[in-house]
């Protein structure tokens, strides 16, 4: 079946950039899509990419495609404290077969 | 617009014992989602209905899991007899199925089976 992978656990300082990476197998994705996760809530779209799209620009936010590797990242500039949180990777194919990576857990210090 | 609705928030209970869990999505979603996030982990798909029926249930253990969508609107997640695995948090989520299918979650309900 299809999986999605993520590093678990990523540290930077306020005001860094952050960047978050995800490698996925299913080749027929048609979106990818990065959520987040705040401590006892649901999880919440941050941004996503059209699989025929290899960047994505959003304010703070930069999505890098590479379709040949099967690998997705997160950029996040100046990091905020308020950026703490887990993101998910995940993909779908046209709204069907969603499948989420396991979460990275992103911790901004001071 | 209201978001994902859940109840209840938190639900302790005995292994062997049953509990319901209540989702009601945003108005006019036809696809619902239930999902099983063990801590630590990513959501897992349990089930996904479209309307009133079901498009993948393949993931939910049909021996102790069951749920349902009658009225294609709230959808109801059973577990009964619970066992000390099923300590998890269930996501509800609904999507318009248009465009992106980008999905909205409900703030969960967490389960402890003790």
């Known amino acids: 079946g299809e999986d999605v992978e993520q590093s678990l656990f990523l540290s930077v300082r306020e005001g860094d950039s952050s960047v978050i990476n995800c490698t996925y197998t299913?080749?027929?994705?048609?979106?990818l899509y990065w959520y987040k996760q705040e401590p006892g809530a649901g999880l919440q779209l941050l941004t996503y990419?059209?699989?025929?799209?290899d960047m994505k620009q959003d304010q703070r936010l930069t999505v890098l495609l590479n379709k040949k590797d099967k690998h997705l990242s997160l950029r996040i500039a100046d990091t905020q404290t308020g950026d703490s949180a887990i993101y998910f990777c995940?993909?779908?194919?046209?709204?069907?077969?969603?499948?989420f990576g396991p979460g990275t857990r992103l911790s901004v210090l001071p | 617009e209201a978001g994902v609705a859940q109840s209840p928030r938190y639900k302790i209970i005995e292994k062997r014992q049953s509990v319901a869990f209540w989702c009601n999505p945003i108005?006019?979603?036809?696809?619902l989602y239930w999902y099983q996030q063990i801590l630590g982990q990513g959501p897992k798909l349990l089930i996904q209905?479209?309307?009133?029926?079901?498009?993948?249930d393949s993931q939910l253990p049909k021996d102790r899991f069951s749920a349902e969508r009658l009225k294609g609107v709230d959808s109801t997640l059973k577990i009964q007899p619970a066992k000390l695995e099923d300590s998890a948090v269930y996501l509800c989520?609904?999507?318009?199925?248009?465009?992106?299918?980008?999905?909205?979650f409900g703030e969960g309900s967490r389960l402890t089976v003790l």
């Open positions: 989520a609904s999507s318009s199925g248009l465009n992106t299918g980008e999905l909205f």
């Open positions: 299913d080749s027929s994705s048609t979106y």
């Open positions: 990419i059209f699989s025929n799209m």
């Open positions: 995940a993909e779908d194919n046209y709204g069907q077969n969603f499948v």
């Open positions: 108005s006019g979603h036809a696809t």
């Open positions: 209905f479209q309307n009133n029926g079901v498009v993948d």
